[in-house]
């Protein structure tokens, strides 16, 4: 399932599984149906538009299982983009009036970044968090910062570019306690790592879907039961008039069942040894290319992402030099790196290294073989270069 196609097949090996995975073959199975058999509106009284309801139903179960949350919690969306947009939003339109702050850690998804920027042209303060050299917040910072003026603060659960896990649970508990809302991005860590709502504590959470075997264009916000956030999307009222819009059914049947089978995957030691593979990959790389940089390492950090760079090397240049592997230059969804990774550039690294940042990230089904193909393009590339 999932496998990246075989190295020796000469396709080349994929590692870019921060920016999208693939479909799994199980949740084809479970959406098939509902294309065509099941093309019933959810919204319909008919019995065979309920069998289509109780199949969203038993989507937004599996979706709560996986987060620790109450059912009734669990709001589709289209991804995390829109999840992200909606609660900045939302919090900024249904704020008490003297609560004009948005706080943000400084390694935000644009989608939160670009989202806060428009806000601040509504009138909000926007306040950015910096990350310490390691990649993660500074909460000594956040606390001189929170008062009674916050409405917001945003930190991501995992960073796209590097993988580090930021101190979610401890922000909101300092937020919470200025009476402010708490918003978490966990796009890259849903079906990576466990997460559970309940522990971080926060009010909103987002979800992409695409990120761990669903489907593209579906996603969730997570809403904690008894916190109110006006609908973003109006007209039709569905989803109890959270979010309008006639829901996607295959599409959520497809996140239930890649809700599940993360959960599942989760339960059996998936991230343990994905990890292994990690750490085996970085020491072949360090012990290949000594001069070669590892992020991310003195944290916390997601058991997929290795992120690298190569004095000398754009990120790019080096893998336009490694066609055999496909990889990420840095933030996964949009264009590359002529300014450098912004994380990189948050934790204080050289321009030059920030735009050195290659990003390979492991899918479920990524071999000691993938990762032996991506040794040796990354090492032969930089010592060709340098002999
Ligand atoms: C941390 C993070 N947040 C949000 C998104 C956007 O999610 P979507 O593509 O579902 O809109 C991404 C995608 O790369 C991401 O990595």
Known sequence: MNRAPNPSSGIPVYLDFNATTPVAPDVVTAMAPFWTDHFYNPSAAYPEAVTV?????????????????????IVWTSGGTESNNWVLHGIWRSRPFHRRR???????????????????????????????SRGVL??????????????????MLANN?????????????????????????????????????????????????HKFYAPKGIGVLYIRPGVALPPFLMGGGQQEGRRSGTEPVPLIV???????????????????RQAVLRDSLESQLREASPALVIFGTRAERLPNTVAIA????????????????RAGTGSACHHPDD????TLR?????????????????????????????VTALTQAIQQRST
Not at 105 to 120: D, F, G, K, M, Y
Request: with cysteine.
């Open 310 to 325: 190569h004095p000398g090397w754009t990120g790019s240049t080096l893998l336009a030099a490694c066609p055999q592997i």
């Open 53 to 73: 309801h109780a199949a969203v139903d038993t989507a937004r179960a599996a979706v709560a299982t996986l987060l620790g949350a109450d059912v009734q919690s």
């Open 339 to 342: 300014t450098g990774s912004p």
């Open 138 to 155: 500074r909460l000594d910072v956040l606390d001189a910062v929170l008062d009674e003026q916050t409405a917001l603060v945003s930190v």
């Open 346 to 374: 948050a934790m204080g690294m050289a321009p030059e290294l920030a735009r050195g940042l290659v990003r390979l990230s492991l899918g479920r089904e990524t071999t000691a073989e993938d990762l032996e193909v991506a």
């Open 161 to 209: 570019e590097i993988g580090t896990l930021q101190p979610v649970a401890e922000v909101a508990r300092r937020a919470h306690a200025v009476g402010a809302w708490v918003h978490t991005d966990a796009a890259q860590a849903i079906g990576k790592i466990p997460v559970d709502v309940k522990t971080l504590g926060v009010d909103f959470l987002s979800v992409a879907g």
């Open 102 to 132: 948005v706080v943000l850690s400084a390694i935000e998804h644009p989608a939160v970044t670009e989202t806060a920027a428009a806000l601040e042209s509504l009138g909000a303060e926007i306040v950015t968090i910096p990350v310490d």
């Open 254 to 272: 497809g996140l239930g069942k890649a809700a599940e089978l993360a959960h599942t995957g989760l339960q059996d030691g998936w991230p343990g």
